[in-house]
């Protein structure tokens, strides 16, 4: 995959930050409003006119899933824009609190963790079914989509045919002589080490740490056999591309990421959330991997030239 570390490395950034970090100090270095920024063209939700504004973060895949909802939200009828490229999740959360965006795509598991650091739920439906009782007032979330962009364990087709591996539990037979290629924070965090130890009884032999976020230097050490298996996130075009192996995950080690949008309810309509629904009973971890391709991959593609011919592919607009 070309250009993997813009991507992975501040998507998995944005799934490690946690709310104790405070909101606070993200605004504090940005001097007040989170958009306050003379590069921003897009209007603000309260200058709008009624219109909606889209924000996003400050990664590829992020601005992709913001523009196609906006082609969407504007193929229903309505009025939306886009605002991308704002930040982290501190800075983007804020601003739709306080309306300088009406929504966001966001991942279920880390906005949850965000807003409940103490939060144990793991699987797709649990996840979402707590978001609805932990979000502040104001906000909500619409409905998730089967896209899912996570942590995963991933080893090569030679190594899944030779040891029969399909899932984490298979691992767990031979994890005593495998190394892993992870982030140096996998051997402590709880759905790192920890977390394989406690579901699988998984025990690595050790860890290669690599801070590409699963890019190209993981993945060169996978293929040469340095490591045996590799955390990448799963809508990484390299994974399809190397015809690697996603090991399944049944005791959810790694928390439900599905793809859906936060919103502020004070401009959000019935007839735009029906828009966004759509999209998120349209929207896949395939389509994502081929997004992210095309955006970071030879194509280079403008996350929005992706998403106008992923809308036009899914008939969402003629």
Same mark, same amino acid.
């Given at each position: 995959?070309?250009?993997?570390?813009?991507?992975?490395?501040?998507?998995?950034?944005?799934?490690? $930050? *946690?709310?104790?970090?405070?909101? !606070?100090?993200?605004? %504090? =270095?940005? #001097? +007040? &409003?989170? $958009? *306050?920024?003379?590069?921003?063209? !897009?209007?603000?939700? %309260? =200058?709008? #006119? +009624? &219109?909606?504004?889209?924000?996003?973060?400050?990664?590829?895949?992020?601005?992709?899933?913001?523009?196609?909802?906006?082609?969407?939200?504007?193929?229903?009828?309505?009025?939306?824009?886009?605002?991308?490229?704002?930040?982290?999740?501190?800075?983007?959360?804020?601003?739709?609190?306080?309306?300088?965006?009406?929504?966001?795509?966001?991942?279920?598991?880390?906005?949850?963790?965000?807003?409940?650091?103490?939060?144990?739920?793991?699987?797709?439906?649990?996840?979402?079914?707590?978001?609805?009782?932990?979000?502040?007032?104001?906000?909500?979330?619409?409905?998730?989509?089967?896209?899912?962009?996570?942590?995963?364990?991933?080893?090569?087709?030679?190594?899944?045919?030779?040891?029969?591996?399909?899932?984490?539990?298979?691992?767990?037979?031979?994890?005593?002589?495998?190394?892993?290629?992870?982030?140096?924070?996998?051997?402590?965090?709880?759905?790192?080490?920890?977390?394989?130890?406690?579901?699988?009884?998984?025990?690595?032999?050790?860890?290669?740490?690599?801070?590409?976020?699963?890019?190209?230097?993981?993945?060169?050490?996978?293929?040469?056999?340095?490591?045996?298996?590799?955390?990448?996130?799963?809508?990484?075009?390299?994974?399809?591309?190397?015809?690697?192996?996603?090991?399944?995950?049944?005791?959810?080690?790694?928390?439900?990421?599905?793809?859906?949008?936060?919103?502020?309810?004070?401009?959000?309509?019935?007839?735009?959330?029906?828009?966004?629904?759509?999209?998120?009973?349209?929207?896949?971890?395939?389509?994502?991997?081929?997004?992210?391709?095309?955006?970071?991959?030879?194509?280079?593609?403008?996350?929005?030239?992706?998403?106008?011919?992923?809308?036009?592919?899914?008939?969402?607009?003629?």
């Amino acid at each position: 995959m070309n250009n993997p570390v813009p991507m992975t490395l501040t998507r998995r950034g944005l799934g490690g $930050l *946690a709310a104790g970090l405070g909101v !606070a100090l993200a605004l %504090s =270095a940005c #001097g +007040g &409003s989170p $958009l *306050a920024s003379p590069s921003t063209s !897009a209007p603000s939700g %309260s =200058a709008a #006119g +009624g &219109s909606l504004v889209v924000g996003s973060a400050d990664f590829p895949e992020s601005q992709v899933i913001a523009e196609i909802y906006v082609g969407a939200l504007n193929a229903a009828g309505l009025t939306a824009t886009s605002k991308p490229n704002i930040g982290s999740r501190e800075i983007y959360f804020k601003a739709v609190q306080d309306g300088s965006v009406d929504l966001v795509p966001d991942y279920s598991g880390n906005l949850l963790s965000y807003v409940d650091t103490e939060a144990s739920e793991v699987s797709a439906e649990d996840v979402y079914k707590a978001l609805s009782g932990k979000l502040p007032d104001g906000l909500a979330v619409a409905e998730a989509s089967k896209a899912e962009d996570k942590d995963a364990m991933v080893v090569t087709k030679a190594t899944a045919e030779k040891y029969k591996l399909k899932s984490i539990e298979d691992l767990a037979k031979v994890c005593k002589d495998f190394t892993m290629a992870a982030p140096a924070t996998f051997e402590t965090r709880s759905y790192g080490f920890p977390g394989l130890k406690k579901n699988y009884n998984c025990e690595l032999k050790g860890l290669q740490p690599f801070n590409d976020g699963g890019g190209n230097l993981t993945l060169q050490a996978l293929l040469e056999d340095k490591v045996q298996v590799a955390d990448i996130y799963t809508t990484t075009p390299s994974i399809v591309d190397n015809d690697l192996v996603v090991l399944e995950d049944p005791k959810n080690n790694f928390k439900a990421q599905q793809v859906l949008p936060l919103y502020n309810k004070a401009k959000m309509t019935d007839k735009a959330k029906e828009a966004l629904n759509n999209v998120s009973k349209t929207l896949t971890t395939d389509d994502l991997i081929n997004l992210n391709r095309a955006v970071s991959g030879d194509q280079k593609q403008s996350p929005k030239d992706a998403a106008a011919a992923w809308l036009k592919d899914k008939g969402i607009v003629k």
